[in-house]
């Protein structure tokens, strides 16, 4: 694909110094571009490589203070923004599936829309509803009474318990699992233990994004609830009940507790672990690898095990990576001290 500077640069409101008329006909990391591609720089441990770039063209923030006269700029006050807007027009991958393949399996009992997409060995199972231009792909189950709504993509693997209800618009990664048993087992007075049944379902509502092998357990009783815009990254556990507000975030590798429920427009990292039976307010930050063992009420940046203000975090931690130095310290005052009571019983004497 050739594009010209001059069109992207109208696409994302840029201002150009160089050449309008150049022609770039990829995308790459800055670190990586070539003769011909177009890249981006925004994050400031990226900077090294702007002397270094191959690349022909680059978009910047204005102020960005380094000149390369061989290289053609863009210059927008998001580069990073910017740059996904050149993805998605120009760049974005169409899928080349339409129909229903002949190796389909749609129950006589199911009601399917219009422009549906279903891949090599999809099941459509009895009670289940398909809405307009939805995409089901290779291999994908869907178990009895599951609904989807219009625009929905479903990519190959994924399978979808019954009764389960899926919203406008919503991604599902290869490999996930929506609507999975609930761990829910009870022990009897010999300390083994029997399985509760899980009844409830699943609701995914429209804008939700979900990655590959995710697991989000159905309701012992009632339902787990992923909200509208939820981002949700590869290998992420959510458990039975557990209530996801809109438009949060949630990294790879976090695990989410039955019954949990976390607020609209909050941020998970990675390998986050949050206990069962708690509520976590809107706009909460929880940075990676911090452990949420009580409720959070007051929106903040939380970090640490058991997790606590940023604030209180860092300066916790700063004390315990200079222990070393107190410990010396401490040793020193009490040489010290010896020394004065000594001096102190030798004049009493």
């Not at 690898?289 to 640490?304: A, E, H, L, N, V």
């Given at each position: 694909?050739?594009?010209?500077?001059?069109?992207?640069?109208?696409?994302?409101?840029?201002?150009?110094?160089?050449?309008?008329?150049?022609?770039?006909?990829?995308?790459?990391?800055?670190?990586?571009?070539?003769?011909?591609?177009?890249?981006?720089?925004?994050?400031?441990?990226?900077?090294?490589?702007?002397?270094?770039?191959?690349?022909?063209?680059?978009?910047?923030?204005?102020?960005?203070?380094?000149?390369?006269?061989?290289?053609?700029?863009?210059?927008?006050?998001?580069?990073?923004?910017?740059?996904?807007?050149?993805?998605?027009?120009?760049?974005?991958?169409?899928?080349?599936?339409?129909?229903?393949?002949?190796?389909?399996?749609?129950?006589?009992?199911?009601?399917?829309?219009?422009?549906?997409?279903?891949?090599?060995?999809?099941?459509?199972?009895?009670?289940?509803?398909?809405?307009?231009?939805?995409?089901?792909?290779?291999?994908?189950?869907?178990?009895?009474?599951?609904?989807?709504e219009t625009d929905t993509l479903i990519y190959q693997n994924v399978s979808v318990r019954e009764n389960s209800k899926i919203g406008n618009r919503v991604i599902i990664h290869s490999g996930t699992v929506i609507g999975s048993d609930g761990f829910g087992f009870n022990p009897d007075e010999n300390g083994v233990y029997h399985k509760v049944p899980q009844i409830g379902n699943v609701i995914i509502e429209d804008d939700v994004e979900i990655g590959?092998?995710?697991?989000?357990?159905?309701?012992?009783?009632?339902?787990?609830?992923?909200?509208?815009?939820?981002?949700?990254?590869?290998?992420?556990?959510?458990?039975?009940?557990?209530?996801?507000?809109?438009?949060?975030?949630?990294?790879?590798?976090?695990?989410?507790?039955?019954?949990?429920?976390?607020g609209n427009h909050c941020i998970l990292a990675g390998q986050v672990g949050i206990v069962g039976h708690i509520d976590i307010t809107d706009n909460v930050i929880i940075l990676a690898q911090s452990g949420i063992s009580k409720s959070i009420t007051k929106p903040d940046k939380y970090f640490g095990y058991p997790a606590k203000d940023l604030r209180t975090a860092l300066r916790l931690e700063a004390h315990i990576r200079n222990l070393p130095n107190y410990t010396e310290k401490i040793k020193s005052l009490e040489k010290e001290m010896k020394s004065l009571k000594e001096i102190l019983n030798k004049k009493n004497n």
């Amino acid at each position: 694909m050739d594009i010209k500077i001059s069109q992207l640069a109208e696409l994302i409101n840029g201002e150009i110094e160089g050449n309008p008329n150049l022609t770039i006909t990829n995308l790459a990391k800055i670190d990586e571009a070539k003769q011909g591609d177009l890249t981006f720089l925004y994050l400031p441990s990226y900077e090294k490589y702007f002397k270094t770039t191959n690349a022909s063209a680059i978009i910047i923030k204005p102020d960005f203070p380094e000149v390369r006269e061989d290289i053609t700029v863009i210059k927008v006050k998001e580069p990073d923004k910017a740059f996904a807007k050149i993805i998605i027009k120009y760049f974005t991958y169409e899928l080349n599936i339409t129909g229903i393949d002949e190796t389909a399996y749609v129950d006589a009992d199911a009601v399917i829309g219009n422009n549906v997409t279903l891949g090599k060995n999809v099941v459509i199972s009895a009670g289940c509803k398909i809405g307009d231009n939805s995409k089901i792909l290779h291999n994908t189950v869907l178990l009895d009474n599951v609904e989807i709504e219009t625009d929905t993509l479903i990519y190959q693997n994924v399978s979808v318990r019954e009764n389960s209800k899926i919203g406008n618009r919503v991604i599902i990664h290869s490999g996930t699992v929506i609507g999975s048993d609930g761990f829910g087992f009870n022990p009897d007075e010999n300390g083994v233990y029997h399985k509760v049944p899980q009844i409830g379902n699943v609701i995914i509502e429209d804008d939700v994004e979900i990655g590959s092998n995710v697991s989000i357990d159905r309701g012992a009783i009632g339902s787990t609830i992923i909200k509208r815009g939820t981002k949700i990254d590869n290998l992420v556990q959510i458990a039975h009940n557990v209530a996801i507000g809109e438009d949060t975030v949630i990294a790879s590798q976090t695990g989410i507790s039955g019954s949990t429920k976390i607020g609209n427009h909050c941020i998970l990292a990675g390998q986050v672990g949050i206990v069962g039976h708690i509520d976590i307010t809107d706009n909460v930050i929880i940075l990676a690898q911090s452990g949420i063992s009580k409720s959070i009420t007051k929106p903040d940046k939380y970090f640490g095990y058991p997790a606590k203000d940023l604030r209180t975090a860092l300066r916790l931690e700063a004390h315990i990576r200079n222990l070393p130095n107190y410990t010396e310290k401490i040793k020193s005052l009490e040489k010290e001290m010896k020394s004065l009571k000594e001096i102190l019983n030798k004049k009493n004497n």
